[in-house]
């Protein structure tokens, strides 16, 4: 019998990026400033007074310190995990350490736990199903805890879209409830766009990152720059709206007769599906079709295969495409046409039907 307590999610200093009792995944590609962020956003959480631990290897100690410093942390509030070999501390852990992690969460009642990078702890490769099964305990501690877990996973090389950004199993973002992607400016590298791609407990919220120079002194006097977060502010761009821009800035080499085979293959696809479809759904059955066509050329293509794309307006927003021509539809939905309505509309109101 359920004799729980019914209550809402709760979200860490109210930040629907990071809800308690779950895994958040911020990805992204080399040098992007996913670290940068991800201590960002802890200092900010340790100065309201949460408890974090921070589990890296990308970094020096010393260095990590300094640029929570330049972000105004409360260090007291901050623990870094450290391995020990010959008598000597220092940042690091791999796959070994997932028990040592979730004990010294445990022990300092954490309420946000950020490992960078989260892969670190995967047993194998990364391409295993498998290899995301550290998530199980750590899925398991943050509900155990009520605590977040904030992982940084990198994107492929060249990536296209961004729900299909991440390198390795798509595991990794599956059992994820929150998932970011940053992605900088394609004109200016101190800008960037984190953009919350899917949020299981909440509508998703977009945020502009504008990086910049500090200079920190260090314990020996001298002065040196450290790269930190200067500014946030929401946003309606997204990260997909980046890639696209610098998707487009390449020549676009897809063979006329390809794309025309992509564009009849969506059009006869969308439509088997009832003329609406997941546009994830869609991308996942053209790499099964054939692995060369990729979400930014399927894109490119939408217009031949006359499709529209729009992003339903409910919690946790995802991603439709859909006929655009309304002599495609019958029945009850072409008199709905018929009366004013839109396939976009119908669209919309079809994916609320569809479970997640």
């Known amino acids: 019998m359920l004799d729980e307590l019914v209550r809402n999610v709760e979200f860490l200093g109210e930040n629907v990026w990071f809800p308690s009792g779950a895994i958040t995944i911020l990805g992204g590609r ?23 631990l921070i589990v890296q290897r990308e970094d020096d100690a010393g260095l990590v310190k300094a640029k929570l410093q330049c972000m105004g942390a409360d260090l007291g509030n901050i623990m870094l995990y450290k391995r020990r070999a010959g008598g000597i501390e220092y940042c690091g852990f791999n796959a ?29 490769r990364m391409n295993d199903q498998q290899s995301a099964d550290c998530l199980i305990a750590l899925d398991a501690m943050a509900k155990r805890n ?12 060249d990536p296209e879209d961004v729900s299909y950004a991440i390198s390795g199993s798509d595991q990794w973002v599956a059992k994820a409830r929150s998932y970011l992607y940053l ?17 299981s407990y909440s509508d998703t919220v977009n ?30 761009d997204t990260a997909q709206d980046y890639l696209d821009l610098k998707n487009v800035m390449k020549e676009d080499r897809t063979d006329p007769v390809v794309r025309e085979a992509m564009a009849e293959w969506m059009h006869a696809a969308v439509h088997l599906n009832g ?35 729009a992003r339903a ?19 009850e939905e072409a008199e709905r046409l018929d009366m004013g309505s839109t396939p976009e509309t119908l669209a919309k109101e079809w994916v609320a039907t569809v479970p997640r």
């Open 313 to 331: 307006a409910e919690r946790g927003s995802r991603s439709i495409v859909y006929l655009k021509d309304p002599s495609e539809y019958s029945g």
């Open 183 to 199: 992605e900088t400016c394609p004109n200016a590298s101190d800008v960037a766009v984190c953009q919350q791609v899917d949020a």
């Open 275 to 309: 003329n609406h479809m997941l546009t994830r759904e869609l991308f996942h059955q053209a790499e099964s079709k054939d692995r060369r066509w990729t979400p930014a050329k399927l894109r490119k293509a939408f217009s031949l295969a006359g499709l529209g794309q």
């Open 30 to 52: 080399k040098r992007c400033g996913k670290s940068t962020l991800a201590l960002y956003e802890c200092a900010r959480f340790s100065a309201m007074g949460k408890k974090v």
């Open 207 to 236: 945020a502009k990152i504008r990086f910049g120079i500090r200079e920190c002194v260090g314990d020996d006097g001298e002065t040196f720059p450290v790269r930190v977060v200067v500014e946030t502010a929401p946003t309606d």
């Open 146 to 157: 009520n605590c977040c877990v904030l992982g940084v996973l990198h994107a492929k090389k």
């Open 96 to 124: 070994g350490d997932l028990r040592g992690i979730v004990e010294s969460a445990g022990k300092m009642h954490a309420d946000l736990v950020y490992i960078d990078p989260l892969h670190g702890l995967a047993a194998g």
